[in-house]
């Protein structure tokens, strides 16, 4: 059983810029959610895609947007690029079945933005 | 909304000794709570899981916690520390709507002392 990958590791982009984070999902798995993780704090709901379609939003401004594919596979993107969107961001997959289930994270991507 | 507090930012503890991570939460319904591990520059690693069954849920490598919903706590647990312990442990919280959306606490560092 694969887990959760997520690509690249590290990225560095200057202000202004655009980036693409991607994400595979866990076999079997047909939910992704991305958070995001500010050095020294817990990770932040960013949002989570559900059969290729965005099923819940955190507070996050539209310049932050994604996609998922029919192979469950997902895409974080991130216009215009600011100092403050320095951060880890995880990816994680899960199967909801009606109650709370535990989501499998990846590595992260680590982006800083000078 | 949901919510959870982690009491304390920093733990110390001797190695074979208990450990304690204390963990408030709040949530309007009945919530499904969750520790999760990060190691230094790794992914976060599922320890356990409540989800309305017994109160007290083991988990992996030792480490238990027990749902004390009087109190709104779900404090972990293990009798024993041990170096490899040493990480971030992050209290989250989940409930109904928005596809399981997690809601994590700001972590608490435990340091163990040989």
């Known amino acids: 059983e694969t887990g959760v990958t997520q690509s690249p590791t590290h990225l560095i982009k200057t202000r202004g810029q655009q980036v693409t984070l991607r994400c595979s999902s866990q076999?079997?798995?047909?939910?992704v959610s991305w958070y995001q993780q500010a050095l020294g704090q817990g990770p932040q709901f960013i949002f989570q895609?559900?059969?290729?379609?965005?099923?819940g939003r955190g507070n996050f401004p539209p310049r932050f947007s994604g996609l998922q594919f029919p192979n469950y596979s997902s895409e974080l993107n991130v216009n215009a690029l600011e100092l403050d969107d320095s951060a880890l961001y995880l990816c994680?997959?899960?199967?909801?079945?009606?109650?709370?289930?535990?989501?499998?994270f990846g590595p992260g991507t680590r982006l800083t933005v000078l | 909304a949901q919510s959870v507090t982690q009491l304390d930012s920093h733990v110390s503890v001797s190695e074979g000794t208990p450990v304690l991570l204390r963990c408030n939460y709040s949530?309007?319904?009945?919530?499904?709570l969750f520790w999760y591990v990060q190691h230094p520059n790794k992914g976060l690693q599922l320890l356990l899981k409540?989800?309305?069954?017994?109160?007290l849920v083991k988990g992996i490598n030792g480490f238990e916690a027990e749902f004390k919903k009087s109190e709104t706590s779900f404090h972990l647990t293990k009798p024993s520390a041990h170096m490899s312990d040493a990480a971030e442990y992050f209290c989250?919280?989940?409930?109904?709507?928005?596809?399981?959306?997690?809601?994590f606490g700001a972590g608490t560092i435990l340091r163990v002392k040989s």
């Open positions: 409540y989800t309305s069954a017994a109160t």
């Open positions: 994680a997959s899960s199967f909801p079945s009606g109650r709370a289930n535990e989501q499998f």
């Open positions: 076999s079997g798995h047909n939910t």
């Open positions: 895609y559900y059969r290729e379609e965005e099923n």
């Open positions: 989250v919280v989940s409930g109904l709507g928005y596809g399981n959306k997690l809601v």
């Open positions: 949530s309007s319904y009945s919530p499904s």
